[in-house]
């Protein structure tokens, strides 16, 4: 590899690792396959040997200092991210993903998008746990959510991948969904017709997944799930709540913080430490680790 491109690629690495500490991410998350996890343990003499000690001026989580709005470790969590803070869900994992396919069916069967201008080819539905205690909600597919039909997996999905696992979760243990369900020309903003088309369909996905809370990403997904004209600004870091349709009994709380793509604009430590800010709310909402202390 020639040393210009050693250079790229090393410049890569530092900015995705110093993204990933701004997101409270001090470590690489390595995930065992299902084959992995069936070999047996190797041998203890085998074992590998035990890092050496960090150096007596390392600050302990604990010692975090609280101004810091992107703490490069997030106490009371650790690698893995505490997934042994998710609590079981009382309903079958399988009858809530039948009803969530028989929705999908609904709607292209219905196909609302017939009656707007799109530029799709693929159907981008939503993913993740369907008993996720924890839903995120933005407001289109890209370009590359299109092209494999799943949301956010283009480089404002890779920031929310960050977002999510500072938050100590999987992505795979949350739900994520768009309120219009294929892309618009150019990545336009959903009008406000395509809303009202679609997101019925996105609300009956919320009633039958039934979260604990909401975080809605962007101004057109707040919009859509709390009826509001209020500007961004005032709407985030501040707890709302939806009232879905049946089959759901109970009101939701929603957290409206800002899209990642918005970050991806806007790239300041400030706007950094409104989203870390509005996580932190949703945290501790659902038990999923101490914040920093005040």
């Known amino acids: 590899m020639d040393?210009?491109?050693?250079q790229r690629c090393a410049r890569l690495v530092l900015q995705h690792a110093e993204t990933s500490r701004l997101f409270g991410v001090p470590f690489v998350p390595v995930y065992r396959?299902?084959?992995?996890?069936?070999?047996?343990?190797p041998p203890a003499q085998d074992a590998a040997p035990k890092p050496p000690a960090p150096p007596a001026s390392t600050p302990r989580p604990e010692e975090t200092s609280a101004?810091?709005?992107f703490p490069s470790v997030v106490p009371g969590l650790h690698a893995p991210t505490g997934l042994e803070e998710i609590k079981p869900r009382s309903r079958a994992p399988a009858d809530v993903q039948a009803a969530l396919d028989e929705l999908r069916r609904r709607y292209e069967l219905d196909a609302p998008h017939q009656h707007f201008v799109t530029d799709h080819h693929n159907i981008v539905f939503g993913?993740?746990?369907?008993?996720?205690?924890?839903?995120?909600?933005?407001?289109?597919?890209?370009?590359?959510?299109?092209?494999?039909?799943?949301?956010?997996?283009?480089?404002a999905g890779q920031l929310l991948d960050k977002m999510i696992t500072a938050m100590g979760?999987?992505?795979?243990?949350?739900?994520?969904?768009?309120?219009l369900?294929?892309?618009?020309?150019?990545?336009?903003?959903?009008?406000?017709?395509?809303?009202?088309?679609c997101s019925p369909y996105l609300f009956q996905q919320i009633a039958i997944?039934?979260?604990?809370?909401?975080?809605t990403l962007g101004l057109p997904a707040t919009r859509a799930l709390?009826?509001?004209?209020?500007?961004?600004?005032?709407?985030?870091?501040?707890?709302?709540?939806?009232?879905?349709?049946?089959?759901?009994?109970?009101?939701?709380?929603v957290m409206p913080t800002y899209h990642p793509a918005f970050l991806l604009r806007s790239y300041t430590e400030e706007n950094r430490a409104k989203v870390w800010s509005d996580l932190q709310q949703v945290m501790r909402r659902l038990g999923l680790g101490r914040s920093p202390r005040a």
Request: hydrophobic content about 30%.
């Open 169 to 179: 979760l999987r992505r795979e243990q949350v739900y994520i969904a768009n309120v």
């Open 33 to 41: 396959t299902a084959s992995a996890a069936d070999d047996p343990a």
């Open 209 to 215: 997944i039934q979260p604990e809370a909401i975080v």
């Open 67 to 69: 101004s810091d709005p």
């Open 3 to 6: 040393p210009q491109t050693l």
């Open 226 to 253: 709390l009826e509001t004209s209020d500007s961004m600004s005032r709407l985030r870091g501040r707890w709302a709540t939806f009232h879905p349709p049946p089959p759901a009994t109970q009101p939701i709380p």
């Open 181 to 197: 369900k294929t892309r618009p020309p150019g990545n336009a903003t959903p009008t406000t017709e395509e809303i009202r088309l």
């Open 127 to 155: 993913e993740g746990d369907p008993c996720a205690r924890l839903m995120f909600i933005g407001e289109a597919p890209g370009a590359e959510e299109d092209r494999t039909g799943r949301p956010f997996v283009g480089r």
